[in-house]
Structure formats: C-alpha cells, structure tokens
C-alpha cells in the first residue's frame, strides 16, 4: 500500500529533484521510493555480514 509522506528539503535540493525528474522522466516519488529501497538493501546485506563475521569468530574462537 502507498502512502503520502511530507518532507522537509533545501530548495537547492527541491530544484534538482524538478530538473532530475524532467530529465529522466520519473516522478520524485519513484526517484525517492527507489534511493530508499537501495539504502534498505544496503543495510539489510551489511546485517547479514555483520552476523556472518561473528559466527565465523564464534568458529575460530572454539577451535582454538
């Protein structure tokens, strides 16, 4: 489900978002939708890291 969210940015900001939006012919709502999937993708693959590095820790430690 699609939601509305308000946000707060520096018209600097605002203005690219205009010119990137025309240039690439996306909504700032995908443009946004699709940064923030990327970064969840992201965090989600560096958890699953960090977690793999402390089981392989775990490993070594016992067979020391």
Avoid: C, P
Avoid at 23 to 35: A, C
Avoid at 50 to 60: A, F, G, P, S
């Amino acid at each position: 489900m699609k939601k509305k969210l308000t946000l707060s940015i520096n018209d600097d900001l605002i203005n690219f978002a205009h010119d990137f939006s025309k240039e690439t012919n996306q909504s700032i709502s995908h443009i946004v939708e699709e940064y923030l999937a990327e970064l969840k993708n992201q965090q989600e693959k560096g958890t699953k890291q960090r977690k793999l590095n402390k089981d392989i820790y775990r490993l070594q430690v016992l067979h020391l």
